[in-house]
Every structure is written in C-alpha cells, then in structure tokens.
C-alpha cells in the first residue's frame, strides 16, 4: 500500500526485456512539492522508468505511484495529476498547433484555462499564427516550445519532464526556468530528467543518479557537490620545492617551480595550514561540479 503522502512513490520496481534488466528493484520517492533531478547516462534505466509512471510500459515485479494512486492498477487517476514532455516529440505531423494542445486537454480530461494557455504561448512565443501552422511544418525548438505550453498547460500537482531545455535557445531557456520557478510556489512536484547539469544544479532540490538500473546516488544538490572533487590552483612568489607528500586526502596533478595544481575531495580542511610557511602569492578554488560527481559514480560505482 502507498501512503499517499508522496507525489511519486516506487518499490522494487524491476522490467526486464530479455536478459536485459532496464531496471533493478528501484526504490525512490519522491515528496510533494520537490523539484527533483532524474540523472544518467543512456541506457541507465531513466526513461523506462517514466514510462512505467505513466503506464506506457508495465514492470515485470515492483510497484510505482503518484500521489497514491497505483500506476497500473488505478493508472487514470493517476496520469490526470500529472503533465508529461516525452524526450522526443512523436507529434501527429497532420495536427495543426493548437489542434494538439485541444487533443491533450481532452486526453486529460480536464479543462484548461484559455488565459493561462494564452500566457503559456506568450512566454515562449509561439503566435497564433504558429499554432495555425501544420506540426510537420515545425522546427525542433517550436517542438520543444510546445510539448512544454501542453505538459503545463493543465497546471498539473507534477511535472514529468524530459529534456526539458534541449532545442530551445537560451531566452526561452530562461523562460523556462521562470514558469518553473512559478509553479513550485504553487506546489507542482516536477520530475525531470536532463543531461544539462549546470540546469539541474541550478533548478533541483534533489537528485538520484540511475546507473544499470540503479540508484547508486541519491541526495540533496548541495550535499553532492561535496563528493567531487574539486582543483586547487596555488601561485607562489618565488621557486618552491615539490614536497614529498601531501596531507591526507589531496593529490598533487601539476608541480611547478611557482604553481601547483592540487586535487581534494570534500573541505580544504589542512591545506592552508601546509601552505602557512610558503610563499603563496594566490590560491584559487574551482566551483564542484555535478558533472564531477556523475562521472565518478559512473567510473567507479556506488562505493
């Protein structure tokens, strides 16, 4: 039984095609009211398990809901809380613009507030007479522009996203961030899933990252940034010797006779008091990055 309490809530969901395991007894939930980040490389699971929140594919073992309501046995209820952007447009390319958003509105089975659709193709400017014009006549960001007006459009409890920014240039990225920014006041869980890392650090709460199926990573934003591993730069005033160990925890990648670059994991901790005695003329810290962390969880794995 779910509780209900969660906007998204998966247990030991498994779906195999052959002996290929998309995903592995996945476990996640994710709060109402949380914007969080679905990451991974191709192939690690993420879009199957979208498509089984939605009901567009069914487990082989394991359950998944939204807002309680379990996603293959009471899949209607569930899909009417929620806005989906698949990651490619598969649009009926005969369907003019708006005769589309119409068809999702009535797929929902709810209404749609004309003035908030209006907003919707003000923001990211898709005219009248764009949405007159045949989809087979749209480019990849007009594309993109609507699959987003469609998933909003309803002012959906959640927001499945994915890709949500791909094709779009950055004025109507930033338009995006905005409406996101809006929507979360009012509520709206959002699921998104993005190989745009400076995106998710900058819009998410939370993040789990899907490796063969599995959750290897799954934690606050912030505490992520913690577990890479950042570059120091250090400039001295005159010619220095390469010590022959450093503390604890730091690795020397560059020596030079006035510049080390130096490797540390987590806070600074004891190295400025190894560089108090030397002649330091500057010290700079690069910013951890996501990408850092994805790519050691893939490198090495859970640990």
Request: charged share 25%; proline share 4%.
């Given at each position: 039984?779910?509780?209900?309490?969660?906007?998204?809530?998966?247990?030991?969901?498994?779906?195999?095609?052959?002996?290929?395991?998309?995903?592995?007894?996945?476990?996640?939930?994710?709060?109402?009211?949380?914007?969080?980040?679905?990451?991974?490389?191709?192939?690690?699971?993420?879009?199957?398990?979208?498509?089984?929140?939605?009901?567009?594919?069914?487990?082989?073992?394991?359950?998944?809901?939204?807002?309680?309501?379990?996603?293959?046995?009471d899949g209607l209820k569930a899909r009417s809380s929620v806005g989906y952007l698949p990651g490619e447009m598969g649009v009926y390319s005969d369907l003019t613009g708006e005769e589309l958003l119409v068809f999702v509105e009535r797929m929902g089975g709810g209404t749609v507030s004309r003035k908030y659709r209006n907003n919707l193709t003000g923001r990211f400017e898709l005219s009248d007479r764009d949405l007159s014009r045949k989809l087979r006549e749209y480019s990849t960001g007009m594309k993109r522009k609507l699959g987003l007006i469609q998933a909003f459009q309803s002012d959906p409890l959640l927001l499945i996203l994915d890709e949500p920014t791909e094709g779009l240039d950055p004025l109507m990225q930033e338009a995006f961030y905005e409406l996101l920014a809006e929507v979360r006041h009012r509520g709206c869980t959002v699921f998104m899933s993005s190989h745009v890392l400076p995106e998710v650090e900058r819009v998410c709460d939370r993040i789990a990252v899907l490796r063969k199926g599995e959750v290897v990573l799954l934690s606050s934003v912030e505490d992520a940034r913690k577990l890479a591993s950042r570059r120091v730069r250090i400039a001295f005033r005159q010619d220095v010797a390469v010590p022959a160990s450093l503390p604890q925890g730091y690795e020397m990648i560059e020596a030079k006779p006035r510049a080390w670059i130096v490797r540390v994991t987590g806070q600074l901790g004891s190295l400025p008091s190894f560089l108090v005695s030397l002649p330091v003329a500057d010290l700079a810290v690069e910013e951890a990055r996501l990408e850092d962390v994805l790519v050691k969880y893939y490198r090495d794995g859970a640990e």
């Amino acid at each position: 039984m779910f509780s209900g309490t969660a906007a998204i809530s998966i247990r030991g969901l498994t779906k195999r095609y052959g002996r290929l395991v998309a995903v592995d007894h996945l476990d996640l939930e994710v709060p109402r009211g949380e914007v969080f980040g679905f990451l991974g490389l191709n192939g690690a699971g993420k879009t199957t398990t979208i498509r089984i929140l939605l009901d567009l594919l069914r487990p082989c073992s394991g359950n998944a809901a939204v807002f309680g309501h379990d996603c293959q046995s009471d899949g209607l209820k569930a899909r009417s809380s929620v806005g989906y952007l698949p990651g490619e447009m598969g649009v009926y390319s005969d369907l003019t613009g708006e005769e589309l958003l119409v068809f999702v509105e009535r797929m929902g089975g709810g209404t749609v507030s004309r003035k908030y659709r209006n907003n919707l193709t003000g923001r990211f400017e898709l005219s009248d007479r764009d949405l007159s014009r045949k989809l087979r006549e749209y480019s990849t960001g007009m594309k993109r522009k609507l699959g987003l007006i469609q998933a909003f459009q309803s002012d959906p409890l959640l927001l499945i996203l994915d890709e949500p920014t791909e094709g779009l240039d950055p004025l109507m990225q930033e338009a995006f961030y905005e409406l996101l920014a809006e929507v979360r006041h009012r509520g709206c869980t959002v699921f998104m899933s993005s190989h745009v890392l400076p995106e998710v650090e900058r819009v998410c709460d939370r993040i789990a990252v899907l490796r063969k199926g599995e959750v290897v990573l799954l934690s606050s934003v912030e505490d992520a940034r913690k577990l890479a591993s950042r570059r120091v730069r250090i400039a001295f005033r005159q010619d220095v010797a390469v010590p022959a160990s450093l503390p604890q925890g730091y690795e020397m990648i560059e020596a030079k006779p006035r510049a080390w670059i130096v490797r540390v994991t987590g806070q600074l901790g004891s190295l400025p008091s190894f560089l108090v005695s030397l002649p330091v003329a500057d010290l700079a810290v690069e910013e951890a990055r996501l990408e850092d962390v994805l790519v050691k969880y893939y490198r090495d794995g859970a640990e």
